[in-house]
Nanobody, 116 residues
Framework: QVQLAESGGGLVQAGESLKLSCLAS????????MAWYRQTPGKERELVAR????????EFGDFVKGRFTIRRDKTKNTVDLQMNNLTPEDTDVYSC?????????WGQGTQVTVST
């Protein structure tokens, strides 16, 4: 079993930055790829960024447009999402996802709110 805990969400103004962190615990040594997703209630969940087991960023949502970076630290079992130049359209619940031997695990999510 893998547990994921997100942190770092909050309220910021448009143009500001925020860093989200996902801490994995439990059976972490077999975790494969990890990712950040976001979702607004009533809308479909969308990929923000994905990173491989080896720490290579692999895919970003079209809306990212070079503003976000994803980084993985296997020694700390963390995946960070650095978000710059945030806009009100980035307001969402951001969730961490991990793959482990064919199973997928989700964190509880952290709210990001960007005001004008």
């Amino acid at each position: 079993q893998v547990q994921l805990a997100e942190s770092g969400g909050g309220l910021v103004q448009a143009g500001e930055s925020l860093k989200l962190s996902c801490l994995a615990s439990g059976k972490t040594w077999t975790i494969g790829g990890m990712a950040w997703y976001r979702q607004t209630p009533g809308k479909e969940r969308e990929l923000v960024a994905r990173i491989t087991r080896g720490g290579v960023p692999r895919e970003f949502g079209d809306f990212v447009k070079g503003r976000f970076t994803i980084r993985r630290d296997k020694t700390k079992n963390t995946v960070d999402l650095q978000m710059n130049n945030l806009t009100p359209e980035d307001t969402d619940v951001y969730s961490c996802y991990a793959q482990d031997q064919g199973l997928g695990y989700w964190g509880q999510g952290t709210q990001v709110t960007v005001s004008t």
